[in-house]
């Protein structure tokens, strides 16, 4: 089941998601045009495993990825790439089994009582608090009533600006002050959303203490609360991941995965960088589904991912969507 159901121009969409592949395509993947401009080669499985590492699909995962492709003994050009696509696009796919109650879903599958529990995570300067707002103007054009809890208590300028988007998108957000107790802050906004009848609860957290041990025993510790108040937990745990620091993405989702039981990804700022193939490294290694990908910078600058079109706009095969 997908987050827009009503009201989404999916070619708008889609059009907005290649624009923001671009950087990616012409840096590293889109070199795989060059690479299939001439006969089949030794050299050029060397240049593809090169391609493909170089925009941080993953050193493993590359090579796992040729030696597949490879195997099949193909000597076209164009049927190589095709098995290529396949590839990356069966990557995506594998990973793409919903672990969370609210996303990827079928279109007929219950949904659990409301309100729905979204915990939110990442470092900061990810994008973390922008992507609250992001979804909190998904769901409010869905017409769903969305409260959001100011969890990062370490930063003043966290809570102002939940605050903000608050205000701008229009849904309310509760908060306490600088240094307050996260949890109590989860605790407080999902009583809230229980007694004013909203349908959505998005948990903003802080994503950095005084150290990595400290932040995630706070993040387990919010967790552990949202499941004494909702025994089911968190519907969807999101984490919000940063296209631009390339592997040390997957460090991160290591860590957050360990601490939070992560259900789904949000990729923010994938426009401003060549290192998309990160998507790749994070389904192979962590079976992690990415869910929406950031595109700009507005409020509804917010898509949901689909991996064959994902690959299609990589790869710059627009036809391959419509196969």
Do not use: C
Not at 25 to 47: K, Q
Not at 76 to 100: F, N, Q, W
């Amino acid at each position: 089941m997908g987050l827009f159901s009503r009201g989404r121009d999916k070619q708008a969409e889609q059009a907005a998601t290649d624009a923001a592949l671009e950087k990616t395509r012409r840096s590293f993947l889109g070199r795989i045009t060059e690479v299939f401009a001439a006969d089949v080669t030794e050299e050029t499985w060397e240049t593809l495993e090169e391609v493909l590492i170089s925009a941080d699909t993953g050193v493993q995962t590359t090579l796992d990825l040729v030696e597949r492709v490879r195997a099949k003994n193909l000597r076209k050009a164009d049927d190589v790439r095709a098995a290529i696509a396949s590839e990356l696009t069966a990557i995506l796919e594998a990973a793409d089994a919903p672990r969370g109650r609210l996303w990827g879903l079928p279109e007929d599958a219950p949904l659990p009582e409301r309100p729905w529990i979204v915990l939110v995570v990442g470092v900061n300067g990810t994008g973390k608090t922008t992507a609250i707002g992001r979804l909190a103007h998904a769901y409010i054009q869905e017409g769903y009533q969305v409260m959001a809890a100011a969890g990062d208590t370490f930063r003043a300028a966290a809570i102002e600006q939940i605050q903000g988007w608050g205000r701008s998108v229009g849904f309310d957000v509760i908060a306490q002050g600088q240094g307050a107790d996260p949890a109590a802050v989860a605790f407080d906004a999902i009583s809230a959303a229980q007694s004013r009848g909203a349908d959505v609860v998005l948990i903003d957290t802080a994503g950095r203490l005084q150290n990595k041990q400290n932040l995630m025993a706070e993040l387990s510790k919010v967790r552990r609360v949202i499941e004494r108040h909702v025994p089911r937990g968190p519907d969807e745990v999101l984490l919000v991941l940063d296209a631009t620091t390339g592997q040390n993405g997957l460090s991160q989702a290591r860590a957050f995965a360990e601490a939070v039981d992560v259900t789904s990804v949000m990729l923010t700022k994938l426009d401003g960088t060549g290192k998309g193939g990160i998507v790749f490294a994070i389904a192979q290694e962590f079976g992690l589904p990415v869910r929406f990908v950031g595109i700009g910078q507005r409020e509804d600058d917010l898509a949901e991912f689909d991996p064959r079109s994902f690959v299609a706009s990589l790869l710059g095969e627009p036809a391959a969507r419509d196969r």
